[in-house]
């Protein structure tokens, strides 16, 4: 199980966009999340990723920046024996993601209980070289609170939005879920920026660029030159100088 993982693991950091990983107490509503945030959307791309399960999946986040998202088993405090090596598999696939949001359910009256023990095992995750821990804990279930206590869990998640560590949704009826997207994209959006110089006949190339990365810039010069300043992950940066030696730069 684990060598497969290990396998898919190599085979998916091809795959040039950042990644998602949704993780939490069961029950939480990751499962519930995570279709919310996919919906019906199908893109032809998941199709040519055969590594991709059904628990992997291509979204669309604010400004059509593409990122996978993965949903995983839940986090429980005594782990049947015979699931601990899937479960480990599932720590280092969480290690690895650009992002992890802790979906938790804020109606519930264990929530701060269930909130620590999954921080305990969040804290156990080793994080390859290279990347931070970053979590992002999402509120979930708010449509069955009521009163004071949805006034207070809405105040302090919007104190905790700015700073990007807390979003209050509710997976159910899709409240939160829009604020919930541009708060992920503002945390993953620390691509490097390229610059980029594209002959008149290159269109082609220009249309990678919008399609795999975050076009932030873009002017034509009086010999019909696009200068682009783009947003790109650094495997999609490497697939881009594969494809188009002589542009990159
Ligand atoms: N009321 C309400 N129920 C929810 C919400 N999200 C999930 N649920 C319910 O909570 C239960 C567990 O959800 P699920 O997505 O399977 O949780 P998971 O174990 O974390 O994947 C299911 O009965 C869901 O319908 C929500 O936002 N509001
Ligand atoms: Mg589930």
Redesign the pocket.
């Known amino acids: 199980m684990r060598r497969t993982r290990g396998l898919h693991r190599k085979q998916r950091q091809k795959v040039p966009f950042p990644t998602v990983a949704l993780v939490?107490?069961?029950?939480?509503?990751?499962?519930?999340?995570f279709n919310r945030l996919t919906g019906s959307e199908v893109f032809a791309k998941d199709l040519l990723f055969a590594t991709l399960d059904t628990t992997q999946r291509t979204i669309r986040l604010p400004q059509g920046r593409p990122a996978i998202i993965a949903?995983t088993v839940?986090f429980i405090s005594d782990l049947p024996h015979e699931l601990v090596e899937s479960f480990r598999a599932t720590l280092e696939e969480v290690g690895e993601a650009d992002l992890i949001l802790h979906?938790r359910d804020i109606a519930s009256a264990d929530t701060d209980a269930q909130a620590a023990d999954v921080e305990s095992v969040l804290q156990q995750i080793e994080i390859p070289e290279g990347k931070t821990r970053r979590v992002l804990e999402v509120w979930?279930?708010i449509?069955?609170l009521d009163g004071d206590a949805r006034e207070a869990v809405l105040g302090q998640a919007e104190r905790q939005q700015r700073d990007g560590t807390a979003v209050a949704?509710?997976?159910?009826?899709g409240e939160g879920v829009e604020s919930l997207r541009e708060t992920i994209a503002r945390l993953i959006d620390d691509d490097p920026e390229t610059r980029v110089t594209l002959a008149p006949d290159q269109g082609e190339a220009l249309a990678w660029l919008y399609e795999h990365g975050r076009v932030t810039d873009r002017e034509t010069d009086e010999l019909g030159r696009t200068h682009v300043a783009v947003r790109l992950h650094p495997a999609a940066l490497g697939r881009f100088e594969r494809l188009y030696p002589d542009l990159a730069g």
């Open positions: 939490g107490y069961t029950n939480a509503g990751k499962s519930t999340l949903d839940g979906v979930n279930k449509d069955l949704v509710s997976a159910w009826t």
